[in-house]
């Protein structure tokens, strides 16, 4: 596609479900990031990675929060036992990522509204 | 401690007018820096993005500016309309291989008619 896609773009879920939010980067883009914005606030920066490798995930919360790109396009933000703090945006972006391309401009997706109950 | 500093937090102004809104960083080992644009229920829209290299970036009425002895980008725009009205936010790049992006939390810019 033109940009980048993510689905659902609402989801409302029960205390203690597990979700899984989706993200499809713009084609050829080396790098995927994940991000959390809650209302009011900037987005935080969550995971990111080159082709199918995690290369930080440094700001996942905790345990709960897993992601994975096992073919190095479409990412997967699972989230498990959601608790009520977990509801807020969340945001992909992509990147053209090439090593030693100097432009790693990050665009991003429409994002992922999820408000658990 | 906020990595990234917007100022001001909001800001309201007539129509016509330039303005400038402000992001100060406390690391200046700055790989790139981002502004975006932020409309309700919508994504975010990027800007302009400056290399650390580069002292400024301009995009039709928006001219970003990047000094980083200082740590700080001042993005410019001139002759506001009300169809600027948005949260405008600025992230950087710390320098190295990882290339995750610090957040400062927006201004959010009102331009009335």
């Known amino acids: 596609g033109a940009g980048v896609s993510q689905s659902p773009r609402y989801k409302v879920t029960k205390r203690g479900q597990d979700v899984a939010l989706r993200c499809d980067p713009i084609?050829?883009?080396?790098?995927l990031y994940w991000y959390r914005q809650a209302l009011g606030q900037g987005p935080e920066f969550l995971t990111y990675f080159n082709y199918e490798a995690q290369q930080d995930k440094s700001g996942l919360p905790n345990d709960r929060f897993s992601a994975e790109r096992p073919e190095g396009s479409i990412s997967t933000l699972t989230i498990q036992r959601t608790e009520q703090r977990d509801s807020a945006m969340y945001r992909c972006?992509?990147?053209?990522?090439?090593?030693?391309?100097?432009?790693?401009?990050?665009?991003f997706g429409p994002g992922t509204r999820l408000t658990v109950l | 401690k906020q990595e990234v500093t917007q100022i001001p937090a909001a800001l309201s102004v007539p129509e016509g007018e330039n303005l400038v809104l402000n992001c100060s960083f406390t690391d200046s080992a700055i790989y790139n820096l981002q502004w975006f644009r932020q409309d309700p229920g919508k994504g975010l829209t990027s800007l302009l993005l400056?290399?650390?290299s580069q002292r400024e970036q301009t995009s039709g009425r928006l001219n970003a500016s990047l000094d980083k002895s200082s740590g700080r980008s001042t993005l410019y725009i001139a002759a506001s309309q009300p169809g600027d009205s948005a949260t405008y936010l600025c992230a950087r790049r710390r320098a190295g291989n990882n290339r995750k992006l610090i957040w400062g939390l927006g201004t959010s810019l009102g331009v009335n008619p």
């Open positions: 972006a992509s990147s053209l990522g090439i090593p030693g391309q100097v432009d790693n401009e990050q665009f």
């Open positions: 400056i290399q650390s």
């Open positions: 084609s050829g883009h080396v790098s």
